[in-house]
């Protein structure tokens, strides 16, 4: 199956790419994507423990099932503003 995958902050400069299509088996979880992209991304590993997903613009766990066609957000958080 395949899902599209939208990245940002830390993700987009490490990859250099805003968004991609990735293949993943039948019954892939969020957590499985990640892996495959770390797999073909390694400077992605230190990411992984700040990172949060969002599947068809809700925010889910990792352990979320994918299905063909969704569309996976991987988040940092974000700080700053005014005091």
Do not use: C, K, W
């Amino acid at each position: 199956m395949n899902v599209h995958v939208l990245f940002f902050a830390a993700h987009r400069e490490a990859l250099g790419v805003s968004r991609a299509d990735i293949e993943l088996m039948e019954g892939a979880t969020v957590r499985d994507l990640y892996r495959r992209l770390e797999e073909q991304h390694p400077q992605l590993g230190h990411l992984r423990d700040y990172t949060s997903y969002a599947v068809n613009r809700e925010m889910v766990d990792s352990s979320m099932v994918l299905h063909a066609g969704d569309e996976v957000a991987l988040l940092q958080p974000v700080s700053g503003g005014t005091t």
